[in-house]
């Protein structure tokens, strides 16, 4: 229903005490309203200062929030974060116990055409997770890191080596 401001309203569930309530749903896709207001209240999970927050953060993100610049590649292809992992508490856990603790490591799907999962993600650098990607739809040569440069009106090679981007030749 529509308020007298003209602003739509819905019910929503509390991410963190499961309680139902109110929000504005420009504020609930925008991501500026997250919870019903509990951690005011001192029930946190607090996790917002651990080394792992922000990468679940985002990872959510990406799968959900169709205002992210990445939605399109993850949560419009259907890419979803597993229930267990929604909950911030089960992550971070799952992080602490895999974490190599080597710099320059992030998450990685091992088939990224399915979804995070403790099944299918992984520590990885730079250079396996280029390996890994999947083939761009502008991509017609068949090969990761080779495409069509418009511009050059030539193909354009590319590889990854020691967390750095080399170019090989356009050709």
């Avoid at 420009?26 to 927050?53: M, P």
Wanted: net charge positive.
């Amino acid at each position: 229903e529509k308020s007298r401001q003209k602003r739509r309203f819905g019910l929503y569930e509390c991410q963190y005490c499961n309680i139902e309530f109110e929000a504005r749903t420009k504020d609930i896709k925008s991501g500026n309203t997250k919870s019903c207001g509990c951690q005011k209240g001192g029930i946190t999970h607090g996790l917002s200062h651990n080394q792992f927050y922000q990468t679940w953060y985002d990872m959510k993100y990406r799968c959900y929030n169709t205002m992210s610049k990445d939605y399109k590649h993850y949560g419009a292809r259907g890419i979803t974060v597993c229930e267990e992992w929604l909950d911030v508490t089960n992550f971070v856990a799952w992080c602490e116990e895999t974490y190599p603790n080597i710099k320059g490591y992030s998450l990685d799907r091992i088939d990224n055409d399915k979804g995070y999962s403790p099944e299918n993600c992984r520590w990885a650098d730079k250079v396996t997770q280029n390996t890994n990607q999947r083939k761009s739809s502008a991509n017609t040569s068949g090969f990761v890191g080779v495409y069509w440069d418009i511009s050059k009106n030539k193909w354009t090679a590319k590889v990854g080596s020691n967390n750095k981007l080399i170019n090989i030749g356009t050709f």
